[in-house]
Structures are given as structure tokens and as C-alpha cells.
């Protein structure tokens, strides 16, 4: 009996030490989130607080409740298969089709008729 008891108290004593581990990095992310954004007013003349620190999670959104942030599209460059931001592509006009590209290499290959071997999957 002293064996399930000791057992019983060890398994109590794990769930209670991961309980306050976990309620301390919910405040060590308050403190450093707190650090970040020192400005961020608080009580009823601030607005929700609940919901400015959901916006600032989602990235902010403007008066229309437009993000601000454009969504980032991947492409994939048809001649070597990488994946990389619309943003970051090097786009090319060939016969009415917009293409993109990881690199200034890979687009003169493709004008030059090399045929795309890695997106012919």
C-alpha cells in the first residue's frame, strides 16, 4: 500500500509542477507580449483589450476591417520546381502566360527553350 501511495503522490506532485510551468510561460509571453507593444492602453477607454490583442495576432487591420498585411501567394518556378512568394518571383510574360521564377538563370533558360523538367510532375 505505501508503494500505490508514494506513486499517487508523485504523479500529483508532476501534474501540479507542469500546471505552474505552464502558468509561468502564460506570463512570461504576457510580460515580453507587454514589452513589445508598451503603448497598448488598457480598460474601457482603450476599447476591448481581448480584441486589440487578437488584431495584433491576426496582424492589425485597417478602419474597414481590411488586414493589412497582403496575403503572400506561393508560386513555383517551372523549370527548377522551387516554391517561393509571388512577391519574391521574377515574373515573365511568355504567349499570353504569366510565369515566375526563383532566379534571372532560370528565366533566360526557360526563353531560351530549355523545357521545364521538374514541374512535368
Not at 31 to 60: C, F, I, K, Y
Not at 88 to 96: E, H, K, M, S, Y
Not at 99 to 119: I, Q, T, W
Request: include cysteine; aromatic fraction near 8%.
Amino acid at each position: 500500500m505505501n508503494v500505490i501511495a508514494r506513486f499517487v503522490r508523485f504523479v500529483v506532485w508532476v501534474l501540479v509542477l507542469s500546471w505552474v510551468f505552464k502558468l509561468l510561460g502564460k506570463l512570461a509571453m504576457w510580460v515580453l507580449r507587454r514589452a513589445v507593444d508598451p503603448g497598448q492602453q488598457t480598460g474601457s477607454a482603450g476599447g476591448n483589450s481581448a480584441q486589440s490583442w487578437a488584431e495584433s495576432l491576426r496582424g492589425g487591420a485597417d478602419a474597414v476591417g481590411e488586414p493589412q498585411t497582403a496575403t503572400r501567394q506561393l508560386v513555383r518556378d517551372p523549370i527548377c520546381g522551387m516554391h517561393l512568394a509571388e512577391t519574391l518571383a521574377i515574373p515573365f510574360r511568355d504567349r499570353g502566360e504569366l510565369m515566375h521564377f526563383c532566379s534571372a538563370e532560370c528565366r533566360d533558360k526557360y526563353a531560351n527553350g530549355v523545357l521545364p523538367r521538374a514541374a512535368n510532375d
